[in-house]
């Protein structure tokens, strides 16, 4: 492995001249505040006491606050990390360092996410697709043979959506170890999973990219708040390009203070995990269930008899469940978040009588 950086990122990011907010020229403690041309006299939701803080003034364009407290919980560093307006800004802010339009290319996996491929097009950047196996584990061999000097990124989910599976470690680390661009292992679902997160190797492999978000396991997929964990270096790259507000104030003071309640986020995952687990063996045992994949994640790949028909049946009851039997390896397949117990019950007492 040859990995260098300073070849992967596009020539007119290595040029840019990065805005310049007046929050980022002036660090310290001050008294008046003059630079921004914020409104002064506060906002109308002042007085609301719906949080401590006004509104009026521009938040910390780089979010120190909240990273410090996730880099404690996450046992890393606040400098390695980039926060994201969601998921999706990570990915779009990688495409934009690291692909050149109409030039280079990156490798995706399917049956897998589908921003990635949509990021891809609306950057005018090749998305070459390998399927995963039908074991929905990495085709290495092909992997191998559709890199090319082009190549910038490959985009892994593990667990992956919609299969619920984990990826291989051994396959990942054969990727990391043999391809200069950048590795980047979506993991939106690790709190789901038995398997152990990458980010403890950040230090090891210099071209992984670790993305994690609040909208899962975290319960807060409103804030619209991801995570890019990589070298200090690669989120150096990230911070230049990224609009200068991306994260508003009050999204940082939210997952501030949920921050503060990690254990309750602990006892909803393993309330979530007892769901699931219930909600498998009731589909197993109906006769329209042809398979229910093993899951690491909040929801259950299933393959079904006349999947689109069920799926239509369970919309005019008012349950909407994802149709994926459209989608490659996915033949007949619905993709169905665990619910609440109430919610999993009605859902298992339709299907019952379809
Ligand atoms: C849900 C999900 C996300 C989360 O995206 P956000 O933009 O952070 O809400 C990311 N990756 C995968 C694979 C997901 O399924």
Wanted: net charge negative.
């Amino acid at each position: 492995m040859h990995f260098d950086l300073n070849n992967l990122i596009r020539q007119n990011i290595k040029d840019l001249q990065p805005y310049s907010s007046a929050r980022s020229e002036f660090s310290g403690e001050a008294r008046v505040f003059l630079d921004a041309n914020e409104n002064s006299f506060g906002s109308p939701i002042k007085n609301l006491s719906i949080t401590e803080t006004d509104y009026n003034r521009y938040p910390d364009p780089l979010q120190w606050d909240l990273k410090k407290k996730i880099a404690t919980i996450k046992n890393t560093d606040a400098e390695k990390m980039l926060l994201g307006n969601g998921s999706d800004e990570c990915i779009d802010l990688l495409f934009r360092a690291f692909c050149n339009p109409q030039k280079d290319n990156v490798i995706i996996c399917p049956p897998t996410y589908g921003m990635y491929k949509v990021y891809a097009n609306i950057n005018d950047v090749e998305a070459k697709e390998v399927n995963l196996l039908l074991n929905f584990q990495l085709d290495i061999k092909s992997l191998e043979a559709s890199i090319d000097e082009n190549t910038k990124m490959i985009f892994l989910c593990s667990p992956n959506n919609p299969t619920g599976n984990s990826l291989d470690r051994e396959d990942i680390e054969i990727i990391l170890n043999n391809f200069d661009g950048i590795v980047v292992i979506d993991e939106a679902y690790i709190n789901y999973s038995r398997h152990r997160s990458f980010l403890k190797e950040l230090n090891e492999y210099p071209n992984l990219v670790v993305m994690q978000t609040f909208s899962k396991a975290w319960g807060l997929a409103a804030l619209r708040l991801g995570v890019v964990f990589a070298s200090a270096e690669i989120i150096e790259v990230l911070n230049k390009i990224k609009p200068p507000y991306n994260i508003n104030q009050a999204t940082q003071e939210l997952a501030m203070l949920a921050l503060d309640h990690l254990q309750q986020v602990n006892e909803m995952i393993k309330t979530t995990i007892r769901e699931r687990e219930f909600l498998e063996n009731k589909l197993k045992q109906l006769s329209i269930v042809e398979k229910v994949y093993p899951s690491d994640t909040n929801f259950l790949l299933v393959k079904i008899k006349e999947a689109t028909s069920v799926y239509n049946l369970l919309k005019t009851k008012g349950i909407i469940v994802r149709n994926r039997s459209n989608v490659v390896l996915c033949d007949d397949c619905l993709r169905i978040t665990v619910g609440t117990k109430e919610e999993n019950d009605v859902l298992i007492q339709i299907l019952q009588n379809f």
